[in-house]
C-alpha cells in the first residue's frame, strides 16, 4: 500500500542573514490573501511557525527560527508580523514528496519479498 504521497506548498524568503520557510496550503490561497488581507492567516498557512535553513536554501534542514534570527532579519520577533513579511515577499514552492512502500504490521514479523 502507498503511502506518504501528498503535495508540500511553502514560502521561501531569502534574507540577508539566514534562509526562512513557511509551510502554506496552496498558492492560491496565498494569491487571494495577498489581494485580501480579510482573509485570516489560519486559513493560508499550515502551522503558525518559522524554519530557518541556515543558507542553505528552500531545501537545507528545517530549525525553528530563533528570536534572535528573526529581529535580526526583519526588526521584530513577532512571529506574526515576520509571517506576514515572509507571505508578501517569498517565493512559492511545491513539491511531492516520492511514493513509498512499507510494511503495514511489524506484529507479524519481517515481511519476506
Partial sequence: MPRAVEQTSKMFYKGSSDDFVIFVDD?????????????????????????????????????????????????TDNEDDCLIKILENGEFQSSQSRERQDDTNFANGPALR
Fill in 27 to 75: 498558492n492560491d490561497i496565498v494569491n487571494k490573501w495577498r489581494n485580501d488581507r480579510s482573509i485570516p492567516l489560519a486559513d493560508v498557512v499550515n502551522g503558525f511557525k518559522i524554519f530557518v535553513t541556515h543558507k542553505h536554501g528552500a531545501q537545507g534542514i528545517l530549525d525553528n527560527a530563533s528570536k534572535s534570527s528573526l529581529q535580526n532579519e526583519f526588526g
